[in-house]
C-alpha cells in the first residue's frame, strides 16, 4: 500500500466531537434510551427499538471523514461513492466540499466513476462498504492521499473470502450483486456466484445434485457471477460469505442448505473438501434485527422504520415487520410524513408511493426503529413529527 493511506484517523476526534454532536445527535432520543425506550405524550405512545440507529463502524467513517476535512482545509477531498446510505450525512460532507467520484459537477448519477477527475495531492476517502480491488489499483497510480473508512466487518468477510481463493474454492456470496459492499468484496475472488437470498439458493444448491440447463442458469446468474464462471466445474467447492447487513437466520439457513448439499453429493467424510463457511454478519446487524424482533413482540399500531432508501440493514428490519402482519412504512425522514399521507418507499417494488390515512385515530403506539446509518437526530425529528401530527391534527 502506498505511504499516503491512513485507516486509523488522525487523532482529531476531541476537535470535531462538538460538529458530529450538532448535526448527528438528539437529547430527545438520550430521553427516550433513559426511559426504557418509551415515551408517552398525548395520544402517542412511542415504543423505539432497543438497538438502532448509528453503528459503531458507521461512528468511525462519518468521523474518519470529518477528520480528515480538518486535517486537509485547504486540499480538494473527494469520495468514491455515498459513505453510508443516508442522505443527512452525505448532505453534510457536500457542503463540507468532499466531492463524489461518481456523479458529475453538478451532482447527477454517473455511470462509471470518473477517477480521472483526481489530481496529485488530491484526498480520497473510501466508504464504509470499502472499495473493490479495480479501484484500490487505480488510485495506487495516483499520487494521492487515501483514507479508509472501510467497516472492519467488511474486512473481515474480504479475509474470508481471500481464504477461500487459497485453497480454490468458489465464494458464494449472500447479498445484493450491484450494492457496493459486495461489489467489493467479490472483487476480491477469481471465482464468485452472488445469491439474493434462500430461493435462489436453492436453485443453486439443485444444480449441484441434478445439474441443468447450463446456458438457463449462466442466463440468469451470470450478471451475479465471475467472469467466465462455469457451473458445471466452478460448484464443486464452495465456501460461504455474506454482505454484512443481509439478515443474519437467512445467512445461516443458506450455509446449512449448502453444507447438506455438499454432504449428500459427497458424503460426510469428504465434507471438508468441498465446503467451508463462517459467521461474518456484523454484530451491529444482528443487535438491530434482534431488537426489531423484541419490538414486534409489543402491541403497536405501525412501525416506521427510519433509513436511507438504498440502505440494505434498513430495508432488512422492515421484512421483519412485514413478515409479522404489522403495518409499517419505511421513511428516510420526518419530511416524509403529514396528517393526511406519508411517502415511503414500497419494499416490493422499491419505488416511492403515497398512502392516505397512515395515522390512526384516537390514542396510538408506534413502535419506530432505525437502520445501522441513521443519526439519532433524524430518528428524533420522526418521533417529534408523529406527535405533533397528532397533536394539532393538522399538516404541518
Not at 31 to 46: K, N, W
Not at 137 to 143: M, T, Y
Not at 170 to 178: L, M, P
Not at 275 to 293: K, N, P, V, Y
Amino acid at each position: 500500500m502506498q505511504p499516503n493511506y491512513y485507516r486509523k484517523g488522525f487523532g482529531l476526534k476531541d476537535e470535531i466531537q462538538a460538529d458530529l454532536k450538532a448535526e448527528y445527535e438528539s437529547s430527545l432520543v438520550t430521553e427516550l434510551r433513559a426511559s426504557e425506550y418509551v415515551l408517552e405524550r398525548g395520544e402517542v405512545t412511542i415504543r423505539l427499538a432497543e438497538a438502532f440507529g448509528f453503528c459503531w463502524g458507521v461512528d468511525k467513517a462519518v468521523s474518519m471523514a470529518y477528520e480528515t476535512r480538518r486535517k486537509f482545509p485547504d486540499r480538494q477531498l473527494w469520495i468514491t461513492n455515498e459513505i453510508i446510505h443516508n442522505p443527512l450525512v452525505n448532505q453534510h460532507l457536500k457542503k463540507m466540499g468532499v466531492r463524489f467520484l461518481d456523479e458529475d459537477d453538478k451532482g447527477m448519477p454517473l455511470k462509471v466513476k470518473d477517477f480521472d477527475r483526481v489530481n496529485d495531492g488530491d484526498v480520497v476517502i473510501l466508504p464504509a462498504f470499502g472499495a473493490s480491488i479495480q479501484e484500490m489499483e487505480c488510485l495506487s497510480k495516483k499520487n494521492c492521499i487515501i483514507v479508509d473508512t472501510t467497516c472492519p466487518w467488511v474486512s473481515a468477510v474480504w479475509n474470508r473470502v481471500l481464504k477461500y481463493e487459497k485453497v480454490n474454492f468458489t465464494s458464494i456470496i449472500h447479498g445484493k450483486y450491484q450494492h457496493e459492499e459486495t461489489v467489493a468484496t467479490a472483487s476480491r475472488s477469481q471465482c464468485y456466484l452472488v445469491v439474493l437470498n434462500l430461493e435462489q439458493a436453492r436453485e443453486v444448491s439443485d444444480y449441484i445434485l441434478h445439474g441443468g440447463d447450463r446456458e438457463q442458469f449462466l442466463s440468469k446468474y451470470g450478471p451475479a457471477a465471475s467472469a467466465n464462471f462455469d457451473p458445471d466445474r466452478d460448484l464443486d467447492r464452495v465456501g460461504i460469505a455474506n454482505q454484512t447487513t443481509m439478515l443474519k437466520g437467512e445467512t445461516e439457513q443458506i450455509g446449512k442448505l449448502f453444507e447438506r448439499t455438499m454432504m449428500r453429493k459427497h458424503g460426510p467424510e469428504r465434507l471438508s473438501e468441498h465446503f467451508m463457511s463462517d459467521d461474518t454478519i456484523c454484530d451491529a446487524t444482528q443487535e438491530r434485527q434482534d431488537a426489531m424482533l423484541r419490538l414486534v413482540e409489543q402491541p403497536l399500531d405501525l412501525i416506521i422504520v427510519i433509513g436511507g432508501y438504498n440502505s440494505s440493514n434498513t430495508t432488512h428490519l422492515q421484512e421483519i415487520a412485514i413478515e409479522r402482519g404489522l403495518m409499517s412504512y419505511h421513511i428516510d425522514g420526518a419530511h416524509r410524513l403529514s396528517d393526511r399521507s406519508i411517502e415511503h418507499r414500497d419494499l416490493h417494488s422499491r419505488a416511492l408511493v403515497q398512502t392516505e390515512g397512515w395515522l390512526p385515530p384516537g390514542r396510538i403506539t408506534v413502535g419506530v426503529t432505525a437502520g445501522a446509518s441513521t443519526p439519532d437526530r433524524v430518528v428524533a425529528e420522526v418521533i417529534e413529527r408523529i406527535i405533533q401530527l397528532k397533536q394539532v391534527g393538522v399538516a404541518v
